[in-house]
C-alpha cells in the first residue's frame, strides 16, 4: 500500500472516530432530554391526579348539600 493511500485510510479513520464522538455526545444530550421529559410529565400526572381528586371531592361535596 502507498503512502498516500495510507495517510487517506488514516484520514477517513480519523474522520469516523470524530463522528463517533460527536454521535457519543449528541446520545448523551438526547438521553438528558429525554430523562428531563419524563420527569416533567411524572410531575404533570400526579398534578393532574390531586386536581382529579379536587375535583371529584367538589363534586362529592355538592352532592351531598343537594341532598341536604
Partial sequence: MEQS????????LDRLIEHCGKLERDNAMLRELQDDWNRERAQ???KNDLA??????????????EHH
Avoid: P, T, V
Fill in 5 to 12: 493511500e495510507l495517510q487517506a485510510l488514516a484520514d477517513k
Fill in 52 to 65: 382529579k381528586n379536587k375535583i371529584e371531592a367538589m363534586i362529592g361535596r355538592l352532592r351531598s348539600l
Fill in 44 to 46: 404533570l400526572m400526579h
